[in-house]
């Protein structure tokens, strides 16, 4: 497999934010959003065979891992890995784009998955089958720009019929919507959503990698 890096960090983002957490950014994705804050894994990385990336996480003593990119599941080999760590007793989340199949996954793994909204210019790439067979313990996660993408991303939950299904993270832009009109949003519209920050952004500088 091909990884831009494997490091030990808080869980910044999910309903699991706050805890210690080994991060496996898989290098490579076929989109390319507008917000994107991960651009250095489109390309390079090191090859990596499964046994010894799950040597590298053994080593941090830590039993959450999180497998990201660049988009995980654009390289096949991401499958089997995931079984194997799930095998060796880990909590394995996947953040994906959404544009992908993710029935393949291994289902003791929990799925975070993005909704691509408008600003993202990727809607286009969206895998809607995704949201039919979406699990109580996996994510959806809507990036919100601005007033355009809430609404769109309340018309899908509604469409979708998402409420109550998993939990629904809302997150805003970081630098370019403040967090205090979103959540203003969603209080006045009663929504059953979880605002969410990117919490290691407030923690170190935002440029920072490896974190």
Known sequence: MRITEIYHSIQGESTYVGLPCVFIRLTGCSLRCSWCDTTYAFHGGTKMPIDHICEQVRSYGTTLVEITGGEP?????????VARLCDEGYEVLIETSGAIDITPLDTRSHVIMDVKCPASGMIKYMYWENLSVIKLKDEV?????????????????????????CP????PVFGVLEPHILSDW?????????VQLQLHKYIWDPQTQGV
């Open 73 to 81: 599941l654009d390289q096949p080999e991401v499958i089997p890995l």
């Open 141 to 165: 996660k809507f990036v919100i720009t601005d007033r355009r993408d809430y609404d769109w991303a309340v018309s899908v939950i509604e469409e979708y019929q998402l409420d109550g299904r």
């Open 168 to 171: 629904i993270l809302f997150s």
């Open 186 to 194: 969603v209080l006045q519209d009663r929504l059953k959503v979880r």
